[in-house]
């Protein structure tokens, strides 16, 4: 058999194309060497969001984008994500009111539409205000939570319910570019044939690049984030964004009954590199402590994650600056394969439509007799 579609990676960026193809029409296989959601796509900050941080480096398109994703999302599967309030306290604050306030502003102006509540000042007495050691007033926006694994599998059983192929356990070895198609090696000793092969592999993206031999222009940036969790350090189901002194934010946002604050953004060489130092739980701990009453330590995480981002390399010179956008590469030198570069659980969905359409022109020329066209197909979709 030849499939379409071969798509390498089983996060949430592999499942969401998977899906979206399925939908189309075309018959796709997905292959993962580990579990679906192994890695990256399990250990994020579990939130569905328009990225408020986003705003000071300019990505406004980013932004736009992933609040109306957020938007879809939150009436596709409100069954995994559900709207959550966030406190901003403007103590320790390295920007000024009026900038945070102009922020939430153009967020809100960013988001026109959305269901969820508008942004507004919060006042010192506000009872949300209390677990805060300092006597200041703050802000109060909104965004939403999610299981991040449950949301890749969700994807995932949606794409296999329309068609889809997807298996555990199966990398990719290599692959030869023949004339109308890929021959590509599988670990488990298989050869398969495709069409167009999807490369979303994460933070492996140009290792499997060089496994197929095709060169890229575009750069890698990894970049682990870690995240801690303690006890309860408040009642209620509000979240907290804490303005830190080396101007990065850090979340503390309600998880299973525990708080869980992250995260951090550490430059690591390598993708095997994931796993929570020392230094980041005392800089998380510390984060914590500069704002709640309830101080912690080290001894207080009952336990942590760390997943690693593969970032698009734009040039910036830190890890907090570099660019949370996505870059699609596509390589047409024959048969195509189109790499993901970075991307967010957020807009995953949106990552997966503009893939299936930057594809179509390809695939059509490819194989005039499939007569595929991309077009939108998820984006009003309940998940299962």
């Known amino acids: ?5 071969l798509i390498a990676g089983g996060g949430i960026n592999g499942c969401a194309i998977a899906r979206e193809a399925a939908l189309l029409g075309l018959s796709v296989l997905l292959v993962e060497r580990d579990d679906l959601a192994a890695h990256t796509s399990s250990a994020s900050s579990k939130l569905i969001h328009g990225g ?5 480096t300019y990505e406004f398109r980013l932004v736009r984008e992933a609040l109306h994703e957020r938007e879809r999302m939150l009436a596709a599967a409100p069954h995994l994500i559900h709207p959550m309030a966030f406190v901003l306290p403007h103590a320790h604050s390295v920007r000024p009111w009026w900038m945070v306030r102009a922020g939430l502003y153009l967020y809100d102006l960013l988001g026109l539409g959305s269901s969820l509540p508008r942004s507004r000042a919060l006042r010192r007495d506000d ?17 939403a939570q999610v299981d991040d694994a449950a949301l890749v599998r969700a994807n ?15 990398g990719v070895t290599g692959a030869e570019r023949g004339g109308m198609g890929w021959t590509v090696f599988l670990s488990d000793g ?14 492996w993206v140009k290792d499997f690049l060089g496994k197929i031999r095709i060169r890229s222009a575009s750069g890698l940036q ?16 509000h979240a907290y964004i804490l303005q830190q002194p080396d101007r990065r934010v850090v979340f503390a946002t309600p998880w299973r009954g525990s708080t869980m604050i992250g995260t951090t953004d550490v430059p690591v060489k390598r993708p095997e590199d994931a796993g929570i130092t020392p230094a980041e739980v005392d800089y998380l701990c510390a984060a914590a402590n500069r704002y709640f009453t309830q101080q912690i330590t080290p001894a207080d995480v009952t336990a942590t994650w760390s997943g690693i981002r593969a970032l698009y390399d734009d040039g910036a010179g830190e890890a907090r600056t570099i660019t949370r956008d996505y870059v699609l590469e596509l390589d047409e030198r024959g048969a195509p394969v189109l790499s993901v570069f970075g991307g967010k659980i957020t807009t995953a969905r949106a990552l997966a439509e503009h893939a299936m359409a930057k594809l179509a022109p390809a695939m059509g020329s490819l194989v005039p007799e499939l007569g595929f066209k991309a ?6 979709r309940p998940l299962p």
């Open 1 to 5: 058999m030849t499939y379409d579609l």
């Open 52 to 56: 408020l941080r986003y705003l000071e």
């Open 127 to 143: 009872p949300r205000l209390a677990p805060i050691a300092h006597n200041v007033g703050g802000f109060l926006y909104w965004d």
């Open 156 to 170: 995932a059983a949606d794409a296999v319910a329309n068609g889809a192929q997807i298996e555990t356990g199966v």
């Open 190 to 203: 298989r050869t398969v044939d495709a069409r167009a092969i999807v490369n979303a592999t994460g933070a």
């Open 222 to 237: 990894l970049v682990k984030g870690s995240h801690i969790v303690v006890p309860a350090l408040w009642e209620g189901d």
């Open 375 to 380: 077009r939108p197909v998820t984006r009003d």
